[in-house]
Structures are given as C-alpha cells and as structure tokens.
C-alpha cells in the first residue's frame, strides 16, 4: 500500500466520492445512470449537513492526492448501552481496482480508533446481504453479524 492518509471529506473531494458509492453494480442499480439536477443539490446539502454536524464524519483516504477509498461515521448517544455513544459505519467503499492492497483494513482500523478516542460502547455498520465479499472483511476484523437489519424505502 502506498501513502495512504485517512482524512475529513472536503467539497473539493466530493465528486470523487460520489464515483466511489457507484463503484459497482449494486449500488449503480440503485440509481439512474444520469444524475438529475435535483439530485446533484440533494448531494451537495448532504455533504453541508454531513460536514456542519459534528456527530458525522466524512471519511476520505487519501493516496498521495488520489482519492481511493471513503466511509461516513455517525456517532448517536444511546440510553441503551448505559449512556455509551455508538458509532454507525456507512458507505464503506474503496476503488475497486485498489481493493485487496489493505486499504479497507486500514480505514477501517482508524475508524474504529476514532470510535474509542470517543469513548464509544459500539461500532456498528450494515451491508447489503449480496455483498458476501464485505461479509468476509467485516467477520475478519471482528465485527460479529448479530441482528437482522431492515430498511423501508421512503
């Protein structure tokens, strides 16, 4: 692996991350293939709320000014692990012809410390179930598939 600095999401960075979440065909089947106008601004506010809200962080690794990987970190106080904040993973994505070279193990490993610098109770993430490669690497770093998640479509 190359140089590879993990760092806080700028504007600057954003439409490489957008090229990342569309890094594969399931998530290219979740959208059309051209970007409305409306959906770009809705990407746009996303990224001001993300970045303006100190409980989220936008995640970005950097290799020597490449953007080759990214995730979001929501960190959500919780009553239900005696007052422990929890960290949600999301969006856990790296460039696809990167992938294996250790990359995700890395992001992952520091976001789990930024996870403990917070005195988090809890790191949590979903994947969708067709992704069994993301199975695998979530299981070998320890991450335990304990609940069955749902989603419903708003």
């Keep these: 692996m190359a140089h590879v600095i993990f ?3 700028t504007r600057a960075d954003v439409p490489a991350i ?50 080759v990987g990214t995730c979001q970190l929501t960190f959500t106080p919780s009553l239900s692990r005696r007052g422990a904040e929890r960290m949600t993973i999301e969006a856990v994505r790296v460039r696809g012809d990167l992938r294996g070279r250790g990359i995700g193990r890395a992001m992952m490993a520091w976001s789990l410390q930024r996870a403990r610098d917070r005195g988090c109770g809890l790191a949590q993430l979903t994947t969708d179930k067709r992704r069994t490669e993301a199975h695998r690497f979530y299981a ?11 989603k419903l479509a708003l």
């Design 140 to 150: 070998s770093l320890g991450f335990v598939a304990s609940h069955e998640g749902f």
């Design 18 to 67: 957008l090229e990342l979440l569309i890094d594969d065909e399931i998530a290219r089947s979740r959208q059309p293939a051209t970007t409305p106008e409306a959906v770009d601004a809705a990407c746009w506010a996303a990224f001001e709320a993300i970045d303006a809200d100190p409980r989220n962080e936008l995640i970005v690794a950097d290799e020597d000014g490449t953007i």
């Design 7 to 9: 760092r806080s999401a």
